[in-house]
């Protein structure tokens, strides 16, 4: 699991290190088929948002998860 966290973490680095003015102004090419959300056109900048929002929310779940791990580590000894 942490070696297919590692590659997905490697490939948005990669990504965003790429990105310039001009493409976080553009907008992506629809993907036609099944799935949510609708093929449509999507700006660059509202996708890289939402991608690092969820990071951020991981992020915070994991520590908190962490933190409650250690809590109950701390009282089991």
């Known amino acids: 699991m942490l070696a297919l966290r590692r590659d997905r973490m490697s490939t948005v680095r990669r990504v965003i290190e790429g990105l310039t ?3 976080l102004d553009g ?3 629809p993907v036609e088929g ?3 959300p609708r093929p449509r056109s999507y700006p660059v900048r509202e996708c890289l ?3 690092l929002n969820e990071e951020w929310e991981h992020r ?3 520590e ?3 933190d409650a791990l250690e809590a109950c580590g701390a009282g089991s000894g």
């Open 21 to 23: 003015h001009e493409s």
């Open 27 to 29: 907008h992506t090419e």
């Open 34 to 36: 099944p799935g949510w």
């Open 49 to 51: 948002l939402v991608v």
């Open 60 to 62: 915070l779940y994991a």
């Open 64 to 66: 908190r998860d962490l």
